[in-house]
């Protein structure tokens, strides 16, 4: 049983729109939440992230919104560059165990 | 500040040859894990070293993979013998002892068993 899940696998948007990536999960027993942006060829890297205890996380142009009685958590990009066009993992922590959902391919169209 | 270093970035083997995988994490990390990535998946973790300790090896197959941790530091991951569901990238991440929420990861390594 799949406890974080991204259910669009890809996501196209026009550059300057908004992006919204999203995230369900299952286990009431996380206690972090991640997002990690990931290009061709390259490992995962951290983009932003959220402590259970906040609903809202914000870094530039990057949101993370937290939605603990819908187990559901978005990324947002305001406004969207060509450069975000990577896959997106949403990952979720429970006592420094992360959980990784499959990913969203983001392209962000000039 | 040097990252999550892997070797070898590709490797290519026929089923039921062994091959290994080395990591050097990100200095003063003492959290290590290994990730195996199969094609449009997320990474899945196999193994999670504290110093030289394992944490977490749950979702390591054992009786084909082994990883080590040595003094704390580097580490390597072992298939013997490797099977075509093995195909996949293995992914080195680090993070310090008290965030181990937030990972630093390695290239990687891609895995091809034919």
């Known amino acids: 049983d799949q406890q974080v899940k991204q259910n669009s696998p890809s996501l196209s948007v026009q550059e300057g729109r908004i992006s919204i990536l999203n995230c369900d999960y299952t286990?009431?027993?996380?206690?972090?939440f991640l997002w990690y942006k990931k290009y061709p060829a390259e490992g995962p890297t951290f983009l932003i992230s959220?402590?259970?205890?906040?609903d809202k996380n914000e870094d530039g142009r990057f949101t993370v919104f937290l939605n603990k009685s819908a187990k559901h958590l978005s990324l947002h990009i305001v406004p969207s560059q060509p450069g975000d066009s990577a896959v997106y993992f949403c990952?979720?922590?429970?006592?420094?165990?992360?959980?990784f959902g499959d990913g969203t391919t983001l392209t962000v169209k000039p | 500040e040097a990252g999550v270093a892997q070797s070898p970035r590709y490797k290519i083997i026929e089923k039921r040859q062994s091959v290994a995988f080395w990591c050097n994490p990100i200095?003063?990390?003492?959290?290590l894990y290994w990730y195996q990535q199969i094609l449009g998946q997320g990474p899945k973790l196999l193994i999670q070293?504290?110093?030289?300790?394992?944490?977490?090896d749950s979702q390591l197959p054992k009786d084909r993979f082994s990883a080590e941790r040595l003094k704390g530091v580097d580490s390597t991951l072992k298939i013997q013998p490797a099977k075509l569901e093995d195909s996949a990238v293995y992914l080195c991440?680090?993070?310090?002892?008290?965030?181990?929420?937030?990972?630093?990861f390695g290239p990687g390594t891609r895995l091809l068993v034919l």
């Open positions: 991440a680090s993070s310090l002892p008290d965030q181990g929420e937030t990972q630093y």
């Open positions: 286990n009431s027993m996380f206690d972090y």
């Open positions: 959220i402590s259970s205890i906040k």
């Open positions: 990952a979720a922590s429970d006592a420094g165990k992360s959980t």
């Open positions: 200095s003063g990390h003492a959290t």
């Open positions: 070293f504290q110093n030289n300790g394992v944490v977490d």
